[in-house]
């Protein structure tokens, strides 16, 4: 197993998991809070691997549908019966901020 980072994973604030306030762990994916929420309650899912875009987890379809599962596991759990948004910005001009694949779940 390869364990040297990329720069982009050096430089990646989601790769550095002691910073991080993990609300669930998931086999593929963690939870965390949003540090600036949109709403009452705003999360994060982010891959436990860095993957530098979006496209680039398109392209490994068996990890995509396993990040789904563990994104609907979370909204099971945590706001079946409430009204939510499921975001995923891709690219700078849509509002993605850092380039780590992550989807934002929020609700009030
Ligand atoms: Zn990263």
Not at 30 to 53: A, E, G, Q, V, Y
Not at 62 to 82: A, S
């Amino acid at each position: 197993m390869n364990l040297k980072k990329t720069n982009n994973e050096l430089a990646c604030i989601f790769c550095d998991k002691s910073k991080l306030a993990i609300v669930k762990e998931y086999k593929n994916s963690i939870i965390i809070r949003d540090l600036f929420p949109k709403k009452k309650n705003h999360f994060l899912l982010i891959t436990k691997k860095h993957l530098d875009t979006n496209s680039e987890l398109l392209k490994i379809s068996i990890l995509y549908i396993r990040i789904l599962k563990e994104l609907k596991e979370f909204i099971l759990q945590y706001c079946l019966n409430k009204d939510y948004n499921i975001i995923i910005n891709k690219g700078k001009s849509a509002g993605q901020e850092i380039n780590h694949f992550h989807i934002h779940i929020l609700y009030d």
